[in-house]
């Protein structure tokens, strides 16, 4: 459950992001890189990232590593 409420749209952005970073966390994958392949910024991805689960995308990389 996100941190603060997000709305559905956004839950469900960070829910195929966190899950394409379990799948693909091996394979070199940078907030950058990530942030391209759903069409988002980086800036947002990190604060999407920081609402919902209270950790930035190198700390989530680092937990699944």
Same mark, same amino acid.
């Given at each position: 459950?996100? +941190?603060?409420?997000? #709305?559905?749209?956004? *839950? #469900? +952005?960070?829910? =195929? &992001?966190? !899950?394409?970073? &379990? !799948? $693909?966390? $091996?394979?070199? &994958? #940078?907030? =950058?890189?990530? =942030?391209?392949?759903?069409?988002?910024?980086?800036? *947002?991805?990190?604060?999407?990232?920081?609402? =919902?689960?209270?950790?930035?995308?190198?700390? &989530?990389? #680092?937990?699944?590593?």
């Amino acid at each position: 459950k996100p +941190l603060i409420p997000l #709305s559905d749209r956004r *839950y #469900s +952005l960070y829910r =195929a &992001i966190y !899950t394409f970073m &379990i !799948t $693909n966390y $091996n394979r070199g &994958i #940078s907030q =950058a890189g990530t =942030a391209q392949d759903f069409s988002i910024t980086p800036q *947002y991805l990190g604060r999407l990232l920081r609402e =919902a689960c209270g950790k930035t995308f190198r700390q &989530i990389l #680092s937990d699944l590593r």
